[in-house]
């Protein structure tokens, strides 16, 4: 028989959800940081994020699926094999107003997005039977929202924010970003205009990205708490994290400290470029400087000049080819990486009968390397360990394109499918060393993990983590305990 004293330890848990009161608030790094926080608590938790927009996505541990960036860096700081189940919707680019659309990690095509729109009904299972699934595993699963929770005309569509914190009961934290100006308002707004039952779920309000003297927003939490009745849970004060990129956007934010950096290295920036977070480990080397540039002027005086991914290889070719790239890539001046959709864009011809990625049947590439690439319908998702220039690199593809070999190597060229080659030292170091002898390296395995630690550890300063934990706990009610004394 069940105890009272039992069931007075037996601890269950609300889920979470983190509402941003406006666009680039910081959800992904504060959703990232209080996932981390709960696991360091002991308690069992998983990152989840119902419909994700991006073209940067990696591989699954389980299932070997597509997810987006943030989910899966969230559950890899925790050691926690990645699943689809974390990102059930994910939409890439596929063209003007339409997205590739992979459910659950695997493919389905493309759509438009009225289709999107008028298919909700139909998605919206899919997020709940995910959602189901991980709270089978998990005693809290903590979901990241989009963009702004309360865009009225969006909001019986909105699955990340309203449909699942309504669906699940989950309790809400909104994150504002005060470097935007006009905090109070999109607290008020976004609080006000949330249905009444969410509005009740509402933990409290985080105040982020923070620059300055943090005692000269006291009088800002005694308002927002007093005058809006929203407890404030903490204000965070800015501090560059160059990990878990979600978007090229964010990209951008990157800093860098280039007091010994003495290699140069540029990357393009695609208009659809991907799978940017290859070049983390580049951003963080304290002996490179890493620049993005989008004309081949820019790239003189560069050691290497990186060609990342893409997921519209077509368009993308063209507009290298319309911005003068050509030269740059046939003469060499400079070490050329290509990787993936650079990759295919190197050969000499472009084939895509099925027109899986633009209506070209085919393209004329660079040249730089023989043969053709030949587009497929069915997607190559798949993690591995793969010998890149004679060193084992654990890596991951996503791509419809077929060649002959999976990377190759010529004079100041080498180029790949395989994502996350940089985060190999020993490939970085091949690489770097034999443009500069007097490259050093370092250990980004080490590094990642003392800068999660770190970051966390900031995070963990500046806000009541125990609030948080003290809400998300489920009190044991009287008849609870009744029903089970019977």
Same mark, same amino acid.
């Given at each position: 028989?069940?105890?009272?004293?039992?069931?007075?330890?037996?601890?269950?848990?609300?889920?979470?959800?983190?509402?941003? *009161?406006?666009?680039?608030?910081? =959800?992904?790094?504060?959703? &990232?940081?209080? *996932?981390?926080?709960?696991?360091?608590?002991?308690?069992?938790?998983?990152?989840?994020?119902?419909?994700?927009?991006?073209? /940067?996505?990696? $591989?699954?541990?389980?299932? *070997?699926?597509?997810?987006?960036? #943030?989910?899966?860096?969230?559950?890899?700081?925790?050691?926690?094999?990645?699943? #689809?189940?974390?990102?059930?919707?994910?939409?890439?680019?596929?063209?003007?107003? +339409?997205?590739?659309?992979?459910? /659950?990690?695997?493919? @389905?095509?493309?759509?438009? @997005?009225?289709?999107?729109?008028? /298919?909700?009904? =139909?998605?919206? #299972?899919?997020?709940?039977?995910?959602?189901?699934?991980?709270?089978?595993? &998990?005693? $809290?699963? %903590?979901?990241?929202?989009?963009?702004?929770? %309360?865009e009225l005309n969006l909001m019986d569509k909105d699955l990340s924010n309203i449909f699942v914190a309504t669906q699940f009961n989950t309790k809400i934290i909104l994150v504002a970003d005060i470097e935007r100006?006009?905090?109070?308002?999109?607290?008020?707004?976004?609080?006000?205009? !949330? #249905?009444?039952?969410?509005?009740?779920? %509402?933990?409290?309000?985080?105040?982020?990205?923070?620059?300055?003297? !943090?005692?000269?927003?006291?009088?800002?939490?005694?308002?927002?708490?007093?005058? &809006?009745?929203?407890? %404030?849970?903490?204000?965070?004060?800015?501090?560059? &994290? /160059?990990?878990?990129?979600?978007?090229?956007?964010?990209?951008?934010?990157?800093?860098?400290?280039?007091?010994?950096?003495?290699?140069? $290295?540029? @990357?393009? +920036?695609?208009?659809?470029?991907?799978?940017? *977070?290859?070049?983390e480990p580049l951003v963080v080397d304290k002996e490179i400087e890493l620049n993005f540039i989008t004309n081949p002027s820019e790239a003189k005086g560069y050691d290497m000049v990186i060609v990342p991914g893409s997921k519209r290889v077509a368009y993308d070719l063209l507009w290298l080819k319309k911005q003068g790239f050509s030269k740059l890539f046939t003469k060499r001046k400079q070490t050329i990486v290509a990787i993936c959709g650079g990759y295919e864009m190197m050969f000499e011809q472009i084939e895509d009968p099925h027109h899986i990625e633009s209506q070209h049947a085919t393209l004329q590439g660079f040249g730089v390397l023989k043969g053709s690439v030949c587009f497929q319908k069915e997607k190559i998702v798949q993690k591995g360990c793969y010998n890149l220039l004679g060193t084992m690199v654990n890596g991951y593809e996503i791509h419809n394109g077929i060649a002959k070999k999976r990377a190759k190597k010529k004079k100041k060229f080498f180029g790949t499918f395989v994502h996350a080659l940089f985060e190999s030292d020993q490939l970085r170091y091949k690489l770097f060393h034999a443009i500069d002898p007097s490259y050093k390296g370092y250990n980004f395995k080490n590094y990642k993990q003392h800068a999660i630690e770190q970051f966390a550890q900031h995070i963990e300063n500046h806000i009541d983590m125990d609030t948080i934990t003290d809400a998300l706990t489920i009190k044991p009610t009287d008849n609870f305990t009744r029903i089970f004394h019977r």
């Open positions: 028989m069940f105890t009272k004293s039992w069931l007075l330890t037996m601890k269950k848990y609300h889920s979470l959800s983190i509402f941003g *009161t406006s666009s680039d608030a910081g =959800k992904s790094t504060l959703s &990232f940081a209080i *996932t981390y926080l709960l696991h360091k608590r002991g308690i069992k938790v998983a990152p989840f994020k119902a419909q994700n927009v991006s073209n /940067n996505a990696v $591989v699954t541990d389980e299932d *070997t699926g597509e997810i987006a960036i #943030p989910q899966a860096f969230a559950a890899e700081a925790i050691n926690l094999a990645t699943s #689809p189940l974390f990102n059930p919707i994910l939409l890439k680019s596929g063209g003007p107003k +339409k997205a590739h659309m992979i459910i /659950n990690g695997k493919s @389905v095509g493309t759509t438009d @997005v009225w289709a999107y729109y008028k /298919n909700m009904e =139909k998605l919206k #299972p899919v997020v709940t039977q995910a959602f189901t699934q991980l709270q089978q595993r &998990f005693e $809290v699963i %903590v979901a990241e929202g989009a963009g702004s929770p %309360v100006g006009g905090v109070f308002a999109s607290i008020y707004g976004v609080y006000n205009l !949330l #249905p009444k039952q969410l509005q009740e779920n %509402v933990i409290g309000v985080i105040i982020n990205k923070f620059k300055g003297d !943090l005692s000269l927003f006291d009088e800002g939490i005694t308002l927002i708490q007093k005058e &809006f009745g929203i407890p %404030v849970l903490g204000v965070v004060p800015y501090k560059p &994290f /160059n990990l878990g990129f979600e978007d090229s956007a964010s990209l951008m934010n990157y800093t860098q400290d280039l007091c010994d950096a003495h290699i140069k $290295v540029a @990357v393009i +920036k695609l208009p659809y470029i991907s799978n940017f *977070t290859d070049f």
